[in-house]
DNA sequence: CGAATTGTTGACGGAATCTGTCACCATTAT
DNA sequence: ATAATGGTGACAGATTCCGTCAACAATTCG
């Protein structure tokens, strides 16, 4: 094999065992142990961050970072792997290790110098915006690690009751209806996480809660720390839920058909401001439908259990909509129109 | 220099100048024709994309792809960029001529084994998630070049007056206070674009806009086509304005100081659940204080102009807030509710 | 300490490769 | 037709590469 070729070959396969000793690259290459060590050297003045120690137990490592092949991507490919690193800048917290950003500078530095002024002129006329938000969620790595292998961590969270039952991802928080009060003080309960994900900025984590036993979302922000469950309680069997499958164990909503307790059909009308509204809630798009005059209608199911929450949704939406049936959401929303009036007379 | 140095560099000066000819290189790398050529069709050989036609004029062209060198990324680093242009799946359209996704499945080949795996791992216990909407929004890329360029377009929109107006992103959605109606006949303009911007799942595009001899901020997915202006509208200087500092150059709202209209000094409690809802908010940001039992304060400035808007807005957050002064949006707050209880009775 | 393991460096000659030259062909624009 | 440009094959000489050997250094383990 010509040294170039080898050259590359080596490259991949020191990445993909990171740890090796020369004698074994010279037998897999066929070729000696002094050729390796020149090679390695070489590799090393490429960039390739290698380390060696001497001795029993010594030999090669790939120190703190893999060099990737060279990959052939077209410019548009590189220009939107740019942005959308970049869109993470947004986020005050991430679960990964490394700053995104260090990613970002060393793609960017790679990269041609014409595909680089490309981005640049791209730079401020481009953006994927999240709401930024102030509250970090220092946890993140440690739900995340837990999700990924299994395990129970017990955790501190803010709000014993309310926010746990509530927090159900943007916008769909509240949608079962628990006592709320002035409860900020920290409760601490055992869970074992699912996965993290960000929605609007704001990080959370749906876990089965050993609690309430049952799968609960928690946010992530208000998780004040996260360790290993000191009890030991053994992991329970997440029946292969996962982020995919999450819509399944979520409470109901209009378009997902039977939730818990008894539906009733659900109509209302909207003005066109009303449809600008619903549109962004991705639980009422497959009930949403847009008359030819900009108004619109929801046509689904209302799960009874969910009255309170669909009532304050509608109030919320004042006179851009309508109710129109069940007849206990309608009085719903007026009973929740007028303690909102209560406050102004 | 050694070959394999040689082939290196080679890659990185096919790929700034992607026209070359053969004797151009032989003559930079003092090596005859002959090497050149050799080393070209290695180089096509590791999966540079070449091309070349005989005849004057002729010459060598990178054709599609472009190579990237060797980047040493950390493991963590591989990560981010992986989940970030994962999250992109979420939109319907991008203003990249390439599919991301190709980007993706490139870039996760090319990885080593066990960075693949973690990220396996990871797949479904990561996401970024941003509501998925059903429209599209074709016009994309013509709009951003156009950003790029500073050229005049001419546009169909669907909305004239209410949309145009009151289109200013995601949250604050009716800042400006237009007179809504039923209009959804697209209208005509010619329209200068400034950059376009996603936020919650929409994109939209802050531009000069001819009609109405200001900036207004357009709703991507209601421009139903768009091309260069045939009336040869001449550019108009922007002074500068981008994506950046765009900021500057909406309509007033608490913590930007003055507004246009003289400003009113705003207070407004909240619950918890209240806090909740504004938390989100990022213009509220500012104003908002959090007080130890989980409730919280509003307080800052709020423009007379924008009475009608931040009426809107406390009236959609019901019992959750209650505004204390002034007493113009008290009364304004107590209109709206009203008006909205009109339906329920 | 001494033995074993592993990396590090230098030197050298033979083997493999790379390179330049030259000759000739193919394609295309002018 | 002519000139410009890429493409290929062959071959000898130049260069690089490679294996071997030898000596040394650092570390672990008994």
New binding site residues.
């Given amino acids: 094999?010509?040294?170039?070729k080898?050259l590359l070959e080596l490259m991949m396969t020191v990445n993909r065992k990171r740890r090796f000793?020369?004698?074994e690259l010279a037998d897999e290459f066929?070729?000696?142990?002094?050729?390796i060590?020149?090679?390695?050297?070489e590799l090393s003045e490429l960039g390739v961050p290698l380390y060696?120690?001497?001795?029993?137990?010594?030999?090669?490592q790939v120190v703190r970072e893999r060099v990737l092949p060279p990959i052939a991507f077209t410019e548009g490919e590189a220009v939107s792997i740019f942005f959308a690193v970049d869109a993470l800048r947004h986020y005050v917290s991430l679960p990964f290790e490394s700053e995104s950003s260090s990613a970002l500078d060393k793609f960017y530095r790679h990269l041609p110098g014409d595909v680089r002024d490309r981005i640049d002129a791209m730079k401020n006329r481009v953006d994927i915006v999240t709401p930024r938000r102030r509250r970090e969620a220092p946890c993140l790595a440690v739900l995340l690690n837990a999700a990924i292998d299994g395990r129970v961590l017990r955790i501190e969270y803010e709000s014993a009751e309310a926010a746990a039952e509530a927090a159900v991802g943007g916008a769909i928080e509240g949608a079962t209806e628990g006592k709320r009060g002035s409860k900020a003080k920290p409760g601490v309960r055992s869970i074992q996480p699912i996965g993290i994900y960000a929605s609007n900025g704001l990080w959370y984590c749906p876990a089965y809660c050993f609690l309430r036993e049952g799968v609960r979302v928690f946010r992530c922000d208000r998780i004040r720390s996260a360790e290993p469950d000191p009890a030991g309680t053994p992991p329970i069997d997440l029946e292969g839920r996962h982020l995919g499958n999450r819509k399944q164990y979520e409470p109901g909503h209009p378009s997902s058909g039977e939730g818990d307790g008894a539906a009733g059909k659900l109509r209302a009308s909207l003005t066109p401001e009303g449809v600008r509204r619903c549109e962004p809630e991705p639980w009422l798009t497959e009930a949403l439908s847009v008359l030819p005059d900009g108004g619109g209608m929801l046509e689904g199911r209302v799960p009874a259990n969910d009255i309170g929450f669909y009532a304050r949704f509608f109030a919320g939406l004042g006179r851009e909509a309508a109710v129109l049936e069940p007849a206990e959401l309608r009085e719903a929303v007026r009973r929740e129109l007028e303690r909102a009036l209560a406050h102004y007379s």
């Fill in positions: 094999m010509p040294k170039s080898r000793k020369v004698q066929g070729v000696s142990k002094r050729t060590l020149r090679d390695l050297q060696s120690e001497p001795g029993p137990h010594g030999g090669y």
